[in-house]
């Protein structure tokens, strides 16, 4: 949700918020069904979506075409990659942002900002694209389209080239943006779904090489004092952790409950 046209604002995603996030909640919304229609436009068939912030339940259902099918809910065991199957031929990405640390990204962070600091597989620091993408790559499925802001766009493109990037909005530091208006963002990732199904046969799938080494920075030495005690994970620094697996859906699994855990250590003693 960070991603969508307009977003500066925490308040403007925190489902707790009664007055901004209502708002911003349908221009989220308005965003996923522009982009079914642009993929419909260009041949495509069945679509799954898969609501992926916060709460995950976000998505309002009467934005959405009615044959469409949705995975609504959390604590789902592959996040924002669930659902995901050899069936699918492609897979969009709406409203991303920054990698946690991206310098003029609207509310970067990767997965959480309480607990993290930075989040590296095979030494490279990931965005939540780079590590949901790596996720549908298990199952051969490229990600061919991803909308946000131009930070986000950018760093996606440098390592999946072949991906159409509709860039909604301008971040000026982290909390303010130069953004398109709704309508004309809606219009432009209508026309870049479009032209993202016409490519899929550029597309490759993104993946990791085994062994995949997970590393993780917690903002504090107590979250890895936590997460230090889940087997497979090694201490590495005074707030830093090392996970590695052959499979990256073990590895995956193990980031997920490794953030969840690590926040939990924040809980007052």
């Not at 942002?97 to 990204?105: E, F």
């Not at 389209?145 to 509709?166: E, F, H, N, S, Y």
């Not at 979250?223 to 590695?244: H, I, K």
Request: proline share 5%; net charge negative.
């Amino acid at each position: 949700m960070e991603g969508t046209a307009a977003v500066c604002a925490w308040t403007q995603v925190d489902p707790a918020n009664t007055t901004e996030y209502p708002y911003y909640r349908r221009l989220m919304s308005q965003e996923v069904r522009a982009a079914i229609d642009g993929a419909r436009e260009a041949g495509a068939g069945d679509v799954l979506v898969n609501d992926s912030h916060s709460s995950m339940r976000n998505v309002l259902w009467d934005e959405l075409p009615h044959d469409v099918r949705m995975i609504y809910g959390n604590r789902k065991p592959f996040s924002m990659a669930e659902g995901i199957d050899g069936s699918f031929d492609a897979a969009f990405f709406t409203g991303y942002h920054g990698a946690v640390g991206t310098q003029d990204a609207t509310l970067d962070h990767t997965y959480t900002s309480e607990t993290l600091r930075e989040t590296r597989v095979n030494g490279h620091a990931c965005s939540e694209a780079m590590l949901n993408a790596a996720m549908l790559g298990l199952s051969g499925v490229p990600v061919v389209l991803i909308t946000g802001d131009r930070a986000c766009i950018d760093q996606t493109k440098a390592v999946m080239p072949w991906i159409t990037g509709v860039v909604v909005k301008d971040s000026i530091g982290r909390f303010s943006t130069n953004s398109l208006s709704p309508a004309r963002a809606r219009e432009l990732i209508r026309a870049g779904a479009k032209t993202a199904i016409g490519r899929i046969a550029e597309a490759k799938p993104f993946t990791f090489e085994p062994p995949v080494a997970l590393d993780l920075d917690f903002v504090w030495t107590h979250n890895a004092d936590f997460v230090e005690l889940m087997p497979g994970f090694e201490r590495t620094g005074p707030r830093s952790v090392r996970f590695v697996h052959d499979d990256y859906r073990v590895v995956f699994k193990a980031y997920i409950a490794a953030f969840r855990l690590g926040a939990a250590a924040n809980a007052p003693v």
